[in-house]
């Protein structure tokens, strides 16, 4: 298929009224009532959002809490990228059960957003084929279809004519063409949508059965032919959105609730803008220095980076310029001997410290070097071990950072929930766009300290580091 200039493509797009659309959205999420519970498979899917939940589990105290916010919307954070495929099987059978029972107990209608990856990896289509079969027999109904929605412009993820691209420079390259598509757990050959489900379903929904939103109907405002497609769609089928902007997103919301309006129900596998759409989020400022970094803390920053994506070696590579910055290597590969670990962690842990309470920003980041060992599981579980170990220098910590940024999605879920043990978070918004920050809950190791996540393919090469120079007035 090969790559294509984003110019040629987005300028045969036929240009849209948003203010119209707006207008039309706002008057359709008016009488929507539903609440959204959005199920993030790492922590990066806040990236849209500002002044919502995130729970970082999923028991009945905090469903039952989620439930009880006056907001429409509360993520829970699952971070089953990093499960096996049992683990994510159960943990979604036990969370869907666990919505249907409160919402049933108070009388509330929901819809459950599968949110994950832009460049299409994660356990699909497990995960939403689990929630689909557990929420039928617990809540009884069926789920007519299930959209699929991996736009997301804040990182450079379009759905053209039926075809997932990721941007790289000034050029579109069709998903399955990347790095991301040879995930060692979740890989992939295929780059148009419908061929994509075929295969990961491994033919038990046919690329020729899916329904296919274009483009040209949405910039058409040709609502009420879309409202129909999705009206026709039964057993489960699938529903193929092409986006390139968030105004495509608010005209297919607007079709979708006219369905589900109609009696229609689906399930949703999506990136992050679907979320910040159907939740009536609205547009925020980037987040300042000022409202990051608590005026009366003159320790250093810290920096995690445990991502090995290309980007975040090259974003590395970048920040490594910064002679303010102390830069610590853990050498990952110890984990493959225990002895030698802690003696490591043990070094890294006394060289941060002396430096935060010095007022040194410090970068810790794994060995570029990638452990590849048997199967896909296996190579999970050596990245969850990585992940672990990095967090624990977190965990381990007695002066609190000036701020705290981690890079990647493992190791900005094992951070956040293990290092700092979050509970619960509020999501600040985004430092970067696509580039969330959480304020830490009570619970926390540091409480209301600004959490920067940082997924490991978002940003520009030198994105990091404009982050951490506006941190430390640089």
């Given at each position: 298929?090969?790559?294509?200039?984003?110019?040629?493509?987005?300028?045969?797009?036929?240009?849209?009224?948003?203010?119209?659309?707006?207008?039309?959205?706002?008057?359709?999420?008016?009488?929507?009532?539903?609440?959204?519970?959005?199920?993030?498979?790492?922590?990066?899917?806040?990236?849209?959002?500002?002044?919502?939940?995130?729970?970082?589990?999923?028991?009945?105290?905090?469903?039952?809490?989620?439930?009880?916010?006056?907001?429409t919307m509360f993520f829970i954070l699952t971070n089953?990228?990093?499960?096996?495929?049992?683990?994510?099987?159960?943990?979604?059978?036990?969370?869907?059960?666990?919505?249907?029972?409160?919402?049933?107990?108070?009388?509330?209608?929901?819809?459950?957003i599968s949110r994950s990856d832009s460049t299409l990896?994660?356990?699909?289509?497990?995960?939403?084929?689990?929630?689909?079969?557990?929420?039928?027999?617990?809540?009884?109904?069926?789920?007519?279809?299930?959209?699929?929605?991996?736009?997301?412009?804040?990182?450079?993820?379009?759905?053209?004519?039926?075809?997932?691209?990721?941007?790289?420079?000034?050029?579109?390259?069709?998903?399955?063409?990347?790095?991301?598509?040879?995930?060692?757990?979740?890989?992939?050959?295929?780059?148009?949508?419908?061929?994509?489900?075929?295969?990961?379903?491994?033919?038990?929904?046919?690329?020729?059965?899916?329904?296919?939103?274009?483009?040209?109907?949405?910039?058409?405002?040709?609502?009420?032919?879309?409202?129909?497609?999705?009206?026709?769609?039964?057993?489960?089928?699938?529903?193929?959105v092409n986006a390139v902007d968030y105004v495509d997103?608010?005209?297919?919301?607007?079709?979708?609730?006219?369905?589900?309006?109609?009696?229609?129900?689906?399930?949703?596998?999506?990136?992050?803008?679907?979320?910040?759409?159907?939740?009536?989020?609205?547009?925020?400022?980037?987040?300042?220095?000022?409202?990051?970094?608590?005026?009366?803390?003159?320790?250093?920053?810290?920096?995690?980076?445990?991502?090995?994506?290309?980007?975040?070696?090259?974003?590395?590579?970048?920040?490594?310029?910064?002679?303010?910055?102390?830069?610590?290597?853990?050498?990952?590969?110890?984990?493959?001997?225990?002895?030698?670990?802690?003696?490591?962690?043990?070094?890294?842990?006394?060289?941060?410290?002396?430096?935060?309470?010095?007022?040194?920003?410090?970068?810790?980041?794994?060995?570029?070097?990638?452990?590849?060992?048997?199967?896909?599981?296996?190579?999970?579980?050596?990245?969850?071990?990585?992940?672990?170990?990095?967090?624990?220098?977190?965990?381990?910590?007695?002066?609190?950072?000036?701020?705290?940024?981690?890079?990647?999605?493992?190791?900005?879920?094992?951070?956040?929930?293990?290092?700092?043990?979050?509970?619960?978070?509020?999501?600040?918004?985004?430092?970067?766009?696509?580039?969330?920050?959480?304020?830490?809950?009570?619970?926390?190791?540091?409480?209301?300290?600004?959490?920067?996540?940082?997924?490991?393919?978002?940003?520009?090469?030198?994105?990091?580091?404009?982050?951490?120079?506006?941190?430390?007035?640089?």
């Amino acid at each position: 298929m090969g790559k294509i200039a984003k110019s040629e493509v987005f300028e045969k797009i036929q240009a849209i009224d948003e203010a119209l659309v707006n207008e039309k959205l706002t008057e359709a999420l008016h009488d929507f009532n539903k609440k959204i519970i959005v199920l993030d498979d790492d922590p990066t899917g806040v990236q849209t959002v500002h002044d919502i939940s995130v729970y970082t589990d999923w028991s009945e105290e905090s469903i039952a809490a989620g439930f009880a916010e006056e907001n429409t919307m509360f993520f829970i954070l699952t971070n089953s990228r990093a499960f096996s495929a049992k683990e994510t099987e159960d943990v979604h059978r036990e969370i869907a059960n666990r919505v249907a029972a409160q919402a049933k107990k108070c009388g509330k209608e929901f819809m459950i957003i599968s949110r994950s990856d832009s460049t299409l990896r994660g356990h699909y289509p497990l995960e939403t084929e689990v929630l689909k079969t557990t929420l039928e027999s617990a809540a009884g109904g069926k789920t007519d279809g299930e959209v699929l929605m991996p736009f997301f412009k804040e990182g450079g993820r379009f759905t053209v004519n039926n075809t997932h691209y990721v941007q790289e420079g000034e050029f579109l390259v069709p998903a399955g063409e990347t790095e991301f598509a040879k995930d060692k757990t979740f890989s992939y050959t295929a780059s148009n949508m419908g061929e994509y489900i075929e295969e990961k379903t491994k033919g038990a929904y046919k690329a020729a059965d899916a329904a296919y939103i274009s483009l040209d109907d949405i910039r058409a405002l040709n609502i009420d032919k879309i409202t129909e497609q999705l009206l026709a769609v039964k057993d489960f089928n699938k529903v193929i959105v092409n986006a390139v902007d968030y105004v495509d997103v608010k005209v297919f919301a607007i079709a979708l609730l006219q369905a589900m309006k109609a009696g229609k129900t689906f399930m949703f596998r999506t990136a992050a803008a679907f979320t910040k759409v159907i939740g009536g989020v609205q547009d925020q400022p980037l987040l300042s220095k000022a409202q990051l970094v608590a005026p009366n803390n003159a320790n250093g920053g810290l920096i995690i980076v445990g991502s090995h994506v290309k980007k975040t070696t090259q974003q590395l590579a970048e920040l490594q310029k910064c002679t303010y910055v102390k830069f610590i290597e853990f050498n990952h590969l110890l984990v493959l001997q225990p002895e030698k670990l802690e003696a490591e962690l043990k070094r890294i842990i006394a060289e941060a410290e002396e430096c935060i309470k010095a007022g040194q920003t410090v970068a810790v980041f794994t060995g570029r070097e990638r452990l590849d060992v048997g199967s896909e599981e296996e190579s999970l579980q050596v990245s969850v071990k990585i992940s672990e170990a990095i967090t624990s220098i977190v965990q381990r910590l007695s002066v609190q950072p000036g701020f705290l940024i981690a890079k990647g999605g493992i190791t900005s879920s094992d951070v956040g929930t293990k290092g700092l043990s979050v509970k619960k978070a509020l999501v600040m918004g985004q430092v970067k766009p696509g580039i969330p920050v959480w304020q830490t809950g009570k619970e926390a190791k540091f409480e209301k300290m600004s959490y920067i996540i940082f997924p490991g393919n978002v940003g520009e090469v030198t994105t990091l580091r404009e982050v951490v120079d506006m941190l430390n007035d640089r």
